[in-house]
């Protein structure tokens, strides 16, 4: 099992930046490539960012690319997503996901409750 605990969403201006935290607890962080997906109010969840379990490898959704920025800290066993730019449309639940092996931008094995950023314009 791993738990996976969000922090640092909010309510910010159109332009203005967030920075979001995942906290990882269990089984071997290192085992895991981790994500973040995000789900605004009736849409379906969509892929935003990824990265692979040493860092080395990141992947992006069009729609963020350029604008945020994704990052572990193996030590900490914490993976962050750094938003800048942000607009409206960015507005929604934002979950951190982690996955045993390879990368996956359609799924993932365990799931955070989410934290909720708010974009306004």
């Known amino acids: 099992q791993v738990q996976l605990v969000e922090s640092g969403g909010g309510l910010v201006q159109a332009g203005g930046s967030l920075r979001l935290s995942c906290a990882a607890s269990?089984?071997?962080?290192?085992?895991?490539?981790m994500a973040w997906f995000r789900q605004a109010p009736g849409k379906e969840r969509e892929f935003v960012a990824a990265i692979s379990w040493g860092g080395r490898n990141t992947y992006y959704a069009d729609s963020v690319k350029g604008r945020f920025t994704i990052s572990r800290d193996n030590a900490k066993k914490t993976v962050y997503l750094q938003m800048n730019s942000l607009n409206p449309e960015d507005t929604a639940v934002y979950c951190c996901?982690?996955?045993?092996?390879?990368?996956?931008?359609?799924?993932?094995?365990?799931w955070g409750q989410g934290t909720q950023v708010t974009v306004s314009s």
């Open positions: 996901a982690a996955r045993f092996g390879r990368v996956s931008t359609s799924g993932a094995d365990y």
């Open positions: 269990g089984q071997t962080f290192t085992d895991y490539a």
